[in-house]
């Protein structure tokens, strides 16, 4: 059974600083695996997918890598800015289903 | 793309009532999902489309719960006999024109459901 977990669960930081949000997976037969945001009380937004064959993406000041023979995903998010500040939640796809299984989320406050 | 919508935003409704919640794709996607999500806790995989075919359902569903998707287009979720433990948030989100690889998924912002 696929268990997605994310580490922290909540991070405060000030204004500028490089961070990294971590999501571990226990089976790593996955089709894909993407990161959201959720902003208090809203729907998610898609950040990043990656592929079960690649190994990062980037967008903006986001990157996120993929390793899938350790379980291991992270979120890297360069220059924070108060505006950035959201749950962050990473989701993967088993081979063989459909389903997102979603981590707990990560909660970052970025502090002007 | 106008995005995913989902109606009604909010809804309170009495224990033992059957409510039911429909959400609108994006134009031409052909993936639906439905998800629940609790305070604190990630959205929890509740049932997929393709097209009109209902591919996968959770085990978490009971009997109490059904979706369709008639016409490929929009999709409806139905609870039944609605329990306190039937407070959630329910997500809507879909993904994939025909041709696309792409799975990111666009999701709605949501039904809030609470039963008293």
């Known amino acids: 059974k696929q268990e997605v977990t994310q580490i922290p669960a909540a991070l405060s930081v000030p204004e500028g600083e490089n961070l990294v949000l971590n999501c571990s997976f226990t089976?790593?037969?996955?089709?894909?695996l993407q990161w959201f945001r959720q902003d208090h009380g809203k729907g998610l937004t898609s950040l990043l997918l990656?592929?079960?064959?690649?190994r990062e993406q980037t967008s903006g000041r986001l990157n996120a890598s993929l390793d899938k023979s350790s379980g291991r995903s992270t979120l890297y998010i360069a220059a924070s800015q108060p505006g950035d500040s959201a749950t962050y939640l990473c989701a993967v796809v088993t081979s063989g289903t459909y389903k997102y299984i979603f981590g707990t989320g990560t909660r970052l406050k970025v502090l002007a | 793309d106008t995005g995913v919508s989902q109606d009604p935003r909010h809804k309170i409704t009495k224990r033992g009532q059957n409510v039911t919640f429909r959400c609108d794709p994006i134009s031409e996607h052909n993936r639906l999902y439905w998800y629940r999500q609790t305070l604190g806790q990630g959205p929890e995989f509740l049932t997929y489309f393709q097209n009109e075919a209902q591919l996968e359902k959770s085990r978490l569903l009971s009997d109490r719960f059904s979706a369709e998707r008639p016409k490929g287009s929009f999709s409806t979720l139905e609870i039944q006999r609605t329990e306190q433990g039937d407070s959630a948030m329910y997500l809507c989100a879909s993904s994939s024109r025909r041709g696309e690889l792409t799975d990111t998924q666009y999701f709605g912002p949501g039904t809030r459901l609470t039963v008293l």
């Open positions: 990656i592929q079960s064959s690649q």
């Open positions: 089976d790593s037969a996955i089709y894909n």
